[in-house]
């Protein structure tokens, strides 16, 4: 089918574009009242995960309200461990958790290896509904955990604010943390090239917990397994590339490492000047984000003023997809998403700047 809105995927290949393409990371999510609804109706998070209709609406709610230039996926960067056998469930106000954790050698050896295909099925029936849904309106991004962030989820049993057993796990057991970085590395690429082949058109990795490591861990035990993966992603579909966006929080330190992975696009939380960013990348990749989310509780005219200036901050050129630096917040106030949006289209349109 025709893509009639293909300026994300130019702009990732650093082709020209008539205005910045915009998409935001949970733009699927609570500040919605239609996807509380949605998840009300399910019962609960992983009920609205695991069904492919229901995962379906929700994906489509903000591109209902929203011109976004893009569709993500709505699932968690969670499942793969959840289909090893962890056992993922979610506490009200707690977040994710896992029955099982990682603590030994013997429990890494103990990890099956899954065919995503199969034991993720019903993510892969939620691409192909969505791409069905879409109908060439936009295009669909896929996505997962890196394989770093997946471990600490595994190890840690849950969110950490020091991720202490983590680190101490890769320090005291760096050939075990190999052997389960190597293992979800595996099985993020299984996963990634499954959600490719029913019908994503780009893939973003979550590197959520990267920038809590030093630069020498990071460089041994995070950005290594990400150039794995993306060098062994399904390039070409459908007659185009299939772009892949890195995403490091806090990972400004690393960027010229992260552009040199192999991924067509670095995704910048809002912590990094996207012009310092652009002058010490170049042309390189494209650039993501990076707006502060918390701009988005401001008023209209605040909105609009902090997106012109990441715009002209980034500069003239092709290469900037506008994107927050983090996941939209549940109390922010849906009509400031469409101030948002409307910004970044307006204000970026070719002859304005």
Sequence with gaps: MTLRNDRLLRALACKP???TPVWMM?????????YRASRKRAGDFMNLCRNPQLACEVTMQPLDRYAFD???????ILTIPDAMGQGLYFSAGEGPRFRKTIRTAADVESLPSIDPASDLGYV???VSLIRRELNGRAPLIGFAGSPWTLATYMIEGSGSKDFRRAKQFIYDQPEAGHLLLRKLAEAVTGYLNAQIRAGAQAVQI????GGILSTPAY???????????VNDLIGEREGRTVPCILFTKQGGLWLKEIAASGC??????WTMDIGRARSRIGNLVALQ??????VLYASPDVIRREVDAILRSFGSGPGHVFNLGHGITPQVDPDNVAVFVDAVHELSATGRR
């Design 17 to 19: 574009v008539d205005v």
């Design 26 to 34: 949970r733009q699927a999510g609570r500040y919605l009242p239609e």
């Design 70 to 76: 893009a569709a993500i996926l709505f699932s968690d």
């Design 124 to 126: 892969m029936d939620a």
């Design 206 to 209: 979550f590197d959520t917990w």
């Design 289 to 294: 984000g990076n707006m502060d989310p918390s």
């Design 219 to 229: 460089l041994e035990f995070s950005l290594p397994y990400m150039r794995q993966i």
């Design 264 to 269: 067509h696009c670095v995704g910048l939380d």
